[in-house]
């Protein structure tokens, strides 16, 4: 049986997410798995409490100061002197792990630790066959480790953008996001709306951002639902946020407009909605390609989630606003067109990967059983 290593970040919900996709189809092709959040476990648990409480305090308080961080990051090659290293941090206890496990492959779903296994490998390290599985829709240096093995990435653009950047394309793979098994298959609407209470009739417009809901700017969709003069049926989603939940409640009181908390069944409600509003994470863009639903982008934070929302933007599966007018005006031409939302279905059947999870297990066991080769 296939030992597989899978090393994480709690730093937003998109790279446990991944982990956890991973993590179960492995298992479902007969691997064991151990999953391990790098800073917790390998760094120290109060580092990892520090770094993402001031990660979180930047994007609630001060996020034009994180987005100015990630195009400094960018700048730097992940080996680069200047990031102290940073990029490093962790590889100590990072080689002792491997040395007590001997994992037959390492799937790293985060940047730090990815860093850490190429810094491993040019100290002479013994590392397993290891993959990198890159959870957004952009190159960024961060993620650019000169002795990965294999990068797993979202779309042939951003392949480009690797081999643009000095990796040889045959360590390229263009795979997709890992997504939840669920959006493998297309999911009735029908039912789907029916599950949650829905009219058939009637367009639904699903309003997500993320776990921690209160990071998107949840209560401007609402309230633009809510003014809607068309029929229409919104579904806010708070997270686990409660106090969001809340307000987005007292916000939307008496109008047709529903607020949910967390939601486990995501893909059954994407079924069910026809048009999703949602910053650009890389997570949330990857399961609504999966699941061939349009997109309008809106409180998209500086960074990673701006050039997410570019891809999709220039891609032609979604519409941008960046105002509470533009986001009014954008729900308004969605609704009014229905031409355009089918353009974006076509154009999302041909980018969506709902086989992803599948594609990156069958490419690590592959790689592990031809290395037990003699």
Not at 70 to 93: F, K
Not at 183 to 211: H, I, K, T, Y
Not at 355 to 374: D, F, M, N, S
Request: a positive charge.
């Amino acid at each position: 049986m296939a030992h597989v290593l899978i090393l994480t970040a709690s730093y937003g919900s998109g790279h446990n997410a991944a982990a956890r996709c991973l993590a179960a189809a492995f298992e479902r092709a007969g691997a064991r798995v151990s999953v391990v959040d790098h800073f917790r476990e390998l760094v120290h648990p109060l580092f990892d409490r520090a770094s993402r409480a001031v990660y979180y305090a930047l994007l609630r308080r001060a996020p034009l100061l994180w987005g100015a961080g990630y195009a400094l990051g960018d700048w730097m090659r992940s080996d680069s002197p200047l990031t102290l290293g940073m990029t490093r941090i962790g590889a100590g206890r990072l080689a002792a792990l491997l040395g007590r496990l001997a994992p037959d492959a390492v799937v790293s779903v985060h940047a730090t630790p990815a860093a850490a296994l190429s810094a491993l490998v040019a100290r002479g390290a013994a590392v397993p066959p290891h993959t990198t599985v890159v959870t957004d829709f952009v190159a960024h240096s961060q993620w650019i480790a000169p002795r990965i093995e294999r990068y797993c990435v979202a779309a042939p653009e951003v392949k480009h953008e690797f081999v643009a950047r000095g990796i040889p394309g045959e360590r390229v793979v263009v795979t997709g996001i890992p997504v939840r098994a669920e959006l493998a298959e297309p999911g009735d609407p029908r039912a789907a709306r029916q599950a949650f209470g829905l009219a058939p009739g009637v367009p639904v417009v699903l309003a997500m951002a993320g776990s921690r809901g209160a990071f998107g700017r949840l209560p401007d969709v609402a309230e633009a639902l809510a003014r809607l003069e068309r029929p229409v049926q919104g579904v806010v989603v708070a997270g686990r946020d409660a106090g969001l939940r809340a307000r987005l409640e007292q916000l939307t009181a008496g109008t047709a407009v529903r607020t949910l908390g967390y939601v486990g069944e995501v893909p059954r409600l994407m079924a069910a909605a026809d048009l999703l509003v949602t910053k650009a994470g890389g997570m949330t863009l990857a399961e609504a390609m999966a699941a061939g639903l349009p997109l309008l982008t809106y409180g998209s934070l500086p960074g990673q989630e701006r050039r997410n929302e570019r891809f999709a933007a220039r891609s032609g599966i979604a519409l941008v606003a960046r105002s509470r007018r533009e986001l009014a005006q954008a729900l308004a031409r969605a609704l009014d067109e229905p031409a355009l939302l089918e353009r974006m279905r076509l154009r999302l059947g041909r980018l969506g990967r709902p086989e992803a999870t599948a594609r990156i297990v069958e490419l690590v066991l592959e790689e592990r059983g031809r290395r037990a080769l003699p």
